[in-house]
């Protein structure tokens, strides 16, 4: 079963709409840090219209749920609620870790995106099937001297808080680690994992859409 969604992803300067509309998958996305309020629904009208398009032929308006920028949540989130009560469609939540870790052809991938304080938010994930990634434990918040990867595996690590920290981080030797630079979580990724959890019925009230902020001391404006 297809489902048309169309979702955004703001947890970090990266802002992206993706429309997913019968199997396709069109993106647009823009690096424009505090500018993410005024091209969200300009860049989901662009979408739509490119594609002869409706909001109101949408199955579900689905959105990277975080950790990340808690302005850039807010703003997706808000977004995201508005849309999806104007047409009386549910939401579907995606973490915009496993977002990130999804675009890493790698089995084993840190996945960690900035959260200032000297401290990144991350998860580990391990690949299932050819798309589908494994979370191997609940997402965190810490410090970069204080994350263990397990040995014995080629990890590749991905998102604003490897490059931010990427010293430190290679000061670990419990494992082998790669790096991949200036990778950010994008709304197509967020759409096709959507896509399933729609499927499978996991799709939530649109009042029910909140951020995952992982650490209460939330920092504004990242």
Known sequence: MAARILAVETSTRACSVALLWDGECREILRLERNRHAEILIPMARELLAHGDCRFEQLDTVAFGSGP????????????????????DRPVVPVSSLLA??????????LAGIDARMHQLYWNVYERVGGYG???LQEPRVSGPTDIRLPGGEEWTAAGTGCDVYRAALMRM?????EFAQGVHPHAGDVARIAESEYVAGNAVDAGEAAPEYVRNDIVQGR
């Open 68 to 87: 990340g920028s808690f302005t850039g949540l807010r703003i997706g989130i808000s977004v995201v609620q508005g849309l999806a009560f104007g047409i």
């Open 173 to 177: 030797h419990t494992a082998d680690v």
């Open 133 to 135: 990634m494994r979370a």
């Open 100 to 109: 990130l870790a999804t675009r890493i052809n790698s089995a084993y991938v």
